[in-house]
Each structure stands twice: as C-alpha cells, then as structure tokens.
C-alpha cells in the first residue's frame, strides 16, 4: 500500500469531482417527492462501484428505497471485510440559511479546513464519507493490491431509520456474510487527534398530539375555561426533567450501563476545551445533567429532548385565538442496556398518565434502535488502529459518540459480525445543519487510511 499517497495526490482532483457529481442528485429519503433521485443516486452508485472495481453490483428493491450491493471476491479462502453505508441524505431546510444551495456543491476555506471543504448536504454524512471506501477500493484494484474480499452494502433509509434493511439482510444472510463489517458514518476528533468511534447511542422517537377543545375558540371569550393544549403540553414537556436534568420518567434509568470510575477517569483523558466548546456554538455555559462532564452528558448517558414543536397561530401579526391541538417530537438517545421498545413504552405511559381530564393525548412511536459498543481488544479493531498510525502517524482514541446508527446492532446479532467505526468527520462539519461541509483534508485522508486497514486486517487472519 505504500504508494497510497501519491495514488490520492495524484488523482484527487479528480476523486473531489466525482464527489461534487454524487452531491448534487437530492437524494432525501425522508421526502417521497424525491422517490426519483434517490433511485438515480442508487444508480450513481453502483456505477462508481462497477468503474472502482466491483464484479457484481445490483441495485435490490426493498419495500422503501433500494439498497446498492457490490462484490469483489478475489479468493473464498481470503476473509471479507463489509462496507456499509448511506446515500441517502437528510432534508436540508430550512433552506435560506445555506450560504449556497445545498445541492450545488462549492469549495470553501474554512479555519478549520484550510485547504477547502466542500459544502453541499451530504457531502460528510454520508457520501462524502461512503464515497472515500469507493476510491479505497479503486486504488486497491488498479494496483492490484486488494488483500481480501470486500462487498458493499450502501443503502437508502438510514436517514429515517432503516426500516426495510433488516428485512433485506434477513433476506440475504450468505449474501452478507463477511469477518468484520467497516462503517464511516461517524466522527473524529480533531485533525492531529485521530479516534476511533466505539460507541453509537440508541434512539427512541416518538410524536405526541395533545387535543383540547374540538375547535380553535376565541381566547377571549373561552380563554380561562378550557385547558389550552399548548399550555398543557408545554407543562407536561417541563416535568419530564427534574431541576437536576434527570428524566422523571417511572424506570427509565433502571437498566442505564453504569461506568466505573476508572472508565469514566479515562474518558476524561480525551482532548477537550470546554471554553473552545462553548465558543464555537456562541453558548455562555452548557447546560446538562447534573454529575455528569459535558464529553459524558453527549456519550455515556441517555437524554430527552424536544425536537420540534408546533401548534396555534404562528402565521404574521397576532390572532387571539386559543388552540384545538399541539404537537410535539420528542427523541430519547440511549446507551447500551436501554431497550427501546421498552422505553418507547414506558414514555408512552408516562405520559399518557400526565395528561389532566382536560386534554387526550395520543403518543406514537416513530422509529428507534439499540445502543452499540464496539470491543478494542479484536484484531479489527488493533487492524484499524495501526492503519491511522501509519497516516496520522499517532495512535488514534478510541470514543464513544453521541449519535446514532439504528442498524448497526442488528448487524452483530444477524451477522455475527464485528463492527469498526472509522469516521473521518468533525463536529463542527454541520451534518444535518444548515452548511454540512466536510473537509477536503479529511475525505483524502480517510482514502489514504482505509487500504491500511484492509492490510492489516487481512495479514491478521492469516
Ligand atoms: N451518521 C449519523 C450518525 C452519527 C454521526 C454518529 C456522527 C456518530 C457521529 C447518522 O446518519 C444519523 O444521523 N443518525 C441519526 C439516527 C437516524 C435514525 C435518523 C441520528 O443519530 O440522529
Ligand atoms: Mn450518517
Ligand atoms: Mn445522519
């Protein structure tokens, strides 16, 4: 692998407009207008596996949006290493606070990207990422030194939950089979402080509509009789958190994984300013549960938050008017442990139960997955370890992260796989945001890191 380096100078130029291509279908899957790009980004893709190598690429229907499954099997005797990730996009509004629109790709100078990050939805999480094991595998193939078998499995729903990719690899358990499942789809932590992802939190979505009166009513000449919905629900809202930041809800924390100290005194050995923190998002102070660092409170331990809320008169001007209905979207992260069909569950009684008689409320699940940690003492894991040594020429930290991919739980249990999380993204790189960029720097880099990993993994099963 050791003319990786010059391979990516040499054709970068080229590997940052194939990228720009790919960023500027509108593939969002969570919008059904769009039902069209996300089959023509399907198709996109395995064009770009077919041209970097793959033998076989098919395009398999789901019930939702397709999957993009791609081979190269050079020798059945050799092990497998599996790509997964997502095309598909979140929807980028709100629109008008996009300094470009977010599928006309640009290159821009940041202060953290020096040398021009690329600005479009999508562009880190997740082709930008996706598309970094894409000219891995090319490099890998036009110089003959692919070390192993690798498929690739990039699929469509990620975005709003993956709800037909346990159906399709139930479907096609021979299909997938593979030693060691490689995902970017997450983060590191800083330029010269390369980490490994070892943690995924799990997630519970749920909507809630609260129903008053069967009718907006003047709120002069009803208001103080009735119960307002949205008065209602905004209380309900605040007594699920304690003046400590606990969730109030009857046996939320009863499964919660516990750190020991030790853990929690090596997590707290990873680089972090907490003035830098506040200073990039133009915050006074944090804000969290009580007992619990800032790097913990966005890892180690679950959360309630509102994500939208709506209801009432929101149009120009004032209308005094007292509401039928409120709304609310409410998501739980969670760590490993937590099940979220119980917590889903248990949010859905609770809340139920805080509803006075003047209100009905209705509670629906939306989607959820589990928590997911990745052991460090397996050969995958010291494979990919040494790969950043060798780029980064520093021994990378391993993380827990924040966010979420649903699926990748699932892809132990119906796999029997082991999973490594190698993400060349940043946090200030606006995934899901207005802006996403993601750095030129990092998307060459994680080019120039993943063959690494290929080697090592396959030298270790030998
Ligand atoms: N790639 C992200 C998850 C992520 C980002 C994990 C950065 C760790 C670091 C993924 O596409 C995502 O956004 N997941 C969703 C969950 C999904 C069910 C919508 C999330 O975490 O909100
Ligand atoms: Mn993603
Ligand atoms: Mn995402």
Avoid at 66 to 93: A, F, M, R, S, W
Avoid at 306 to 334: D, Q
Avoid at 392 to 413: A, H, M
């Amino acid at each position: 692998m050791d003319n990786v380096k010059s391979y990516v100078e040499e054709h970068k130029d080229r590997f940052v407009s194939e990228l720009v291509d790919l960023l500027k279908i509108p593939s969002i899957s969570a919008d059904s207008k769009f039902k069209n790009e996300m089959i023509t980004t399907a198709q996109a893709v395995k064009t770009e596996l077919e041209k970097a190598g793959c033998d076989l690429v098919e395009i398999c229907d789901t019930p939702g949006h397709p999957v993009v499954y791609g081979e190269k099997i050079i020798d059945k005797n050799l092990p497998t290493v599996l790509v997964y990730g997502h095309y598909d996009v979140q929807p980028p509004d709100p629109l008008d606070l996009w300094n470009s629109p977010p599928f006309e790709p640009v290159i821009k100078e940041t202060e953290l990207h020096p040398d021009g990050a690329i600005f479009a939805r999508g562009a880190c999480d997740d082709k930008g990422q996706m598309y970094m094991h894409v000219k891995a595998l090319e490099y890998m193939t036009k110089t003959n030194q692919l070390p192993c078998n690798v498929k690739f499995m990039i699929e469509g729903e990620e975005e709003v939950g993956s709800e037909h990719l346990g159906w399709f690899i139930e479907n096609n358990l021979e299909k997938l089979k593979n030693d060691v499942i490689l995902i970017s789809d997450t983060g590191m932590i800083a330029k010269d402080v390369p980490s490994i992802t070892t943690g995924l939190r799990g997630l519970s979505y749920m909507e809630v509509e609260v129903t008053g009166p069967n009718r907006d009513l003047h709120s002069g000449l009803y208001g103080g009789t009735v119960g307002n919905p949205i008065n209602i629900l905004t209380k309900m809202i605040a007594s699920l958190t304690d003046e400590n930041n606990h969730i109030t809800i009857p046996g939320f924390y009863d499964n919660v994984e516990e750190l020991s100290a030790e853990e929690r005194a090596k997590m707290a050995e990873a680089p972090y300013n907490e003035e830098e923190y506040k200073k990039k998002l133009d915050i006074n102070d944090v804000y969290g549960e009580a007992g619990f660092s800032t790097l913990e409170r966005g890892s180690i331990r679950p959360t309630l938050d509102v994500n939208g809320i709506w209801g009432g008169y929101i149009g120009e001007g004032a209308k005094t008017v007292l509401p039928s209905k409120a709304f609310a979207k409410i998501s739980m992260r969670l760590v490993p442990n937590q099940d979220w069909k119980e917590i889903s569950e248990l949010f859905k009684k609770h809340f139920e139960s805080l509803a006075p008689k003047a209100v009905t409320v209705k509670v629906n699940t939306h989607h959820g997955g589990y928590a997911y940690v990745t052991p460090i003492d397996n050969d995958a894991y010291k494979a990919a370890s040494k790969a950043y040594e060798k780029t980064f020429g520093k021994t990378p930290i391993p993380q827990r992260s924040g966010g979420s991919i649903p699926i990748v739980s699932l892809f132990e249990k119906a796999l029997k796989s082991k999973i490594i999380l190698m993400g060349f993204g940043q946090d200030t790189d606006a995934i899901h945001s207005p802006n996403e960029h993601f750095g030129i720097w990092n998307y060459l880099k994680g080019i120039e890191t993943i063959p690494y990993f290929y080697k090592n993994f396959a030298d270790s099963q030998k």
